[in-house]
């Protein structure tokens, strides 16, 4: 069974460029985050979709970002214009069942973004 | 202060010793995660608990949910071992995971 898969493993795009990060979850997960590591900080929340709707996007950083998830399958983060401060890497991670149900998240390989 | 604190931040072993993380959290969970990130890899998941104690191959995680603490311990540690070592807490209220800073371990030959 394929885990959960993220392109591009990297990607260096200058400041003020779009930059579109994917995520296909393990088939038959509704429940898909992502994640977000900036250099020496531990790993924040950024949202969470059920299916196509967001559940909770509490996290997203910004109006630059935009995530969808269209037909409930895959999903998409766009940073749209990108600065400095939004190299990292994000990571996306899938599960059954929402993890405060005590679901186990599996995790993608993680894009490294970097904006220069 | 972050609501997961880890510790140690980096630790060095040599291959064969046995090896405790520690996780302390502040919030009330639904369940701990640790998760470990090899160098430039991604994201596994090792345990998931929220009372008692598990263990797989040389790996064991505990938690103590009324001291809010949990470990990982490596035995007979090797070299493939080194990683980071995640620990991420499941909230109890939004259910999202808050996340440690992680310990970078090596384990020399």
């Known amino acids: 069974e394929a885990g959960v898969t993220q392109f591009p493993s990297h990607s260096v795009i200058e400041k003020g460029q779009t930059v579109t990060l994917r995520c296909d979850p393990i088939s038959g997960h509704d429940n898909l985050y992502w994640y977000r590591r900036v250099m020496g900080k531990e790993i924040k929340f950024l949202l969470h979709f059920v299916k196509e709707s967001k559940q909770d996007e509490s996290g997203m950083p910004n109006n630059r970002f935009l995530a969808e998830r269209t037909g409930g399958t895959y999903s998409t983060l766009k940073v749209q214009p990108a600065e400095l401060e939004d190299s990292g890497v994000y990571f996306c991670?899938?599960?059954?069942?929402?993890?405060?149900?005590?679901?186990?998240?599996?995790f993608g390989q993680g894009t490294r973004l970097t904006v220069v | 202060k972050n609501e997961v604190e880890q510790s140690p931040q980096n630790l060095t072993a040599q291959e064969g010793e046995f090896i405790t993380i520690n996780c302390s959290y502040s919030?009330?969970?639904?369940?701990l995660h640790w998760l470990q990130q090899h160098p430039g890899g991604g994201i596994v998941s090792l345990f998931m608990?929220?009372?008692g104690k598990k263990k797989h191959g040389r790996l064991i995680a505990t938690i103590n949910i009324q001291e809010k603490h949990s470990s990982l311990h490596i035995t007979a540690s090797h070299p493939r071992d080194s990683a980071v070592y995640i620990c991420a807490v499941g909230e109890g209220s939004q259910g999202n995971l808050i996340f440690g800073k992680g310990t970078k371990l090596s384990v020399k030959p």
């Open positions: 608990l929220s009372s």
């Open positions: 991670a899938s599960s059954q069942a929402p993890i405060r149900a005590g679901s186990e998240a599996f």
């Open positions: 919030v009330g969970i639904s369940a």
